[in-house]
């Protein structure tokens, strides 16, 4: 068994090492499936680690496989991917990909992974088994996950628990949170195109008016949660995108509607698909138009953390950070892929505290000004294998 002192003392030291690495990643952000260049920095540093791996998994994902391959199996998973977003954060090393940015963590995620592969190479002779190192590409609605267990990472040696971390700017550094069951949402996208008649604006009578109808349609989807959802239920129906129209005096043929569904359990996110159809179409009907609708992208399942994994994660976290810092803490709706991973075998995802607002990490992920409190990349890494050597000893 490791000294978990030792090894948080070992992750400290090396915190330039794993800061480094990140700051390059956030300088270079790549969307879903682009991850060609960020693949090749994991691989590159996973040959200087002398760890060997497996590379162009779900396009550009890549396997590390470290341990004595006896006995059991334990998986750690990075997302790689960035998101389409401009960066406004005042740090030195700002993307340099107009338009894309690592606003969601990933970059730390997949630093943190690296941190704690370094970590592991240089305590092998603790490792009472295997340890898989997951670095998978379209987190961001690209089912990355989904397509790695497709391609089998979870499989030969067969993954017996998996653990997975998320920066999170609500948290402090220092401290986790995380719950056993469901931690996170299904997730859907929803697209209704709704088509009318265009016409001059002043003659409404000889057009059939989408606008009117799209605007009905948007406001009779709120009563779907408000009025038919058990209210101990959760859902979410945000529309968030309305398109349509070019000039102010003319009706336009149609207009577009997007948005998102959540619900905590796939057969809650089913219902509340069926329900946006029928009111839909329904409306559309009643007011001479037509409707499209679509659920278009990978519906995520809901992240369930197995009891077993929540247990012996908390206890490996709290050896790293100490009593007290770890938190049981409610669902929330926002949706992850490592969803995938938890459908197929045991695991427990959590989030990570970075924020602290001397450093200004103070802004959600997603916002154009996130930022990262990097004295939490050490932390990640120790968790990472603490988490992984702990559980290869429970489950000998
Ligand atoms: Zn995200
Ligand atoms: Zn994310």
New binding site residues.
Partial sequence: MMNTEQLVSQAKSIQPWIVGLRRQLHQHPELMYEEFETSKLVQSTLDELGIEYQKDIAVTGVLGTIGNGEGPCVALRA?MDALPIHEEADVEFRSEIDGKMHA???DCHTAMLLGAARLLKENEDLIQGTVKLIFQPA??GGAGGEKMSEEGVLENPQVERIFGL?VSAELPTGMLAARAGTLMAAAGSLKIIVKGKGGHAAMPHLAIDPVTTAAKIVVELQTIISRELDPLESGVISVTMIHGGEAYNVIPPSIEIQGTIRSLTLDGLKHLQTRVSEIAMAIAQGNRCEADISFPGHDYPPTLNDEVCWEAGKESVEQVLGVGKVLEMPPVMGG?DFAYYTQRVPGCFAFLGIGNPDVGATYS?HHPKFKVDEDALPYGAAIHVNCALNSLNDLR
């Fill in positions: 997302d969601c963590g990933h987190e961001e998320h992850e992920v």
